[in-house]
């Protein structure tokens, strides 16, 4: 079997051991890896299939012999070296906001669009983490009775902000638990903030900037992206995008209204079957999609299907998965392996 040299780009951070781990447990072909990040990181030794490998700095020369190079170090610096890496014969597969709408970038969802990735041209766009998880769900009913509009509320873990927003709710729950929770003693003046506001038994309606028209960019990512993942341009789709003090897995709910009826025995009958999804929906057994039972798994998981008797075609679904993981590292190491098959 032919095997392949790979890079990842923002080896230390969250998604990029995620994608590392991803690697090694799929059994991708790996002939060499290479681990990229900053300075900071310079000389630090990480394992790979049980082998210690040292951390470069990345730089214009990290990509000579790279067949693939998995992307993970925000927008700006992915728009730097991402030429750079498919410029010296690199796919690249860059999990940050760079490209995903550029018209000449794929973004895709092996589960839902995966003849998309074959039209690269040097470069694939991994889609947003609370984007994927929610066409992974919704797109199996698409195909089946057509949906006219989406309506998702979000509740996104502090993870999707990367390692210092992990930190940042470790060291502020330690410090109000050690204040005894009174409301003086607020976690705003944690050295490691990152989030615009104390996240630790709080949340907010705020993920990455506002635009102009109200809404944050995390929420017409959505919008936008589920439009072009889809081939859905048109579609009616509003977002609103919260952050919650959980640590690992976005959990969403879901409202669609279908061109045609859909039961929810139904809806439940289709997602068993459809893949990367684990329905688990017993309301009398207060069975549903938790983020702490998401956390480390590959599944998309949907429950507490339910009519929306509001409107003639309607159904609410509650969609779960882990935003490392089928949000981030996995979705880019599947879309690596569609490509490798063919
Ligand atoms: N977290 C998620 O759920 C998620 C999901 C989908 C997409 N993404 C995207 O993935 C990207 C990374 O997210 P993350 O959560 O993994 O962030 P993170 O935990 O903060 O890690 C950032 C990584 O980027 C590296 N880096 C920072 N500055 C660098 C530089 N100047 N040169 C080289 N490497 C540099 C860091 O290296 P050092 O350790 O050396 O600083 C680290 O490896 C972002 O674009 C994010 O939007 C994240």
């Known amino acids: 079997m032919k095997k392949y040299n790979v890079a990842v780009v923002g080896a230390t951070g969250l998604v990029g051991q995620e994608m590392k781990k991803t690697l090694e447990q799929r059994n991708f072909p790996v002939n060499k890896i290479r681990l990229l990040a900053s300075e900071r990181s310079e000389g630090k030794k990480l394992k790979f299939r049980g082998k210690s490998v040292e951390v470069e700095v990345l730089d214009e020369n990290s990509f000579k012999g790279i067949d693939y190079a998995l992307f993970s170090i925000g927008t700006e610096l992915s728009k730097q070296f991402s030429p750079v890496a498919a410029k010296s014969g690199a796919i690249v ?39 994927i998880q929610m066409v992974v769900a919704i797109y199996p009913l698409h195909l089946e009775v057509g949906i006219k509009r ?16 992990v930190e ?42 506002f635009e102009e028209n109200g809404y944050t960019k995390e929420e017409m990512k959505m919008v936008n992206e589920t439009r072009k993942i889809m081939n859905e341009p048109q579609m009616p789709i509003t977002a609103t995008c919260v952050r919650v003090p959980v640590f690992i897995s976005h959990s969403e709910a ?37 983020p702490i039972d998401a956390a480390g798994k590959d ?5 507490r299907i339910r009519e929306d008797k509001s409107i003639p075609h309607g159904l609410n679904l509650w969609i779960v998965s882990d935003n490392l993981r089928k949000g981030a590292a996995l979705n880019a190491v599947q879309i690596a392996e569609l490509l490798i098959k063919n």
């Open 254 to 290: 879901v409202n669609i209204e279908t061109e045609e009826k859909l039961t929810p025995d139904e809806a439940r009958k289709i997602l068993s079957k459809a893949p990367g999804i684990v329905v688990i929906d017993d309301p009398a057994n207060s069975k549903y999609p938790l």
């Open 150 to 165: 989406i309506v998702v509320s979000t509740y996104q873990s502090v993870s999707g902000w990367g390692k210092e927003a």
């Open 168 to 209: 940042q709710l470790k060291e502020e729950t330690k410090r109000l638990v050690a204040a005894g929770f009174s409301p003086a003693g607020s976690g705003r003046d944690c050295s490691a903030m990152v989030l615009p506001y104390q996240i630790a038994f709080n949340l907010f309606p705020h993920i990455d900037k």
């Open 93 to 131: 597969i860059d999990n940050s906001n760079a490209f995903r709408m550029n018209k000449d970038v794929p973004l895709v969802v092996p589960e839902v669009n995966p003849d998309a990735a074959f039209e690269h041209k040097g470069i694939i766009a991994n889609p947003n983490c609370s984007t």
């Open 299 to 303: 599944a998309v998981y949907v429950g």
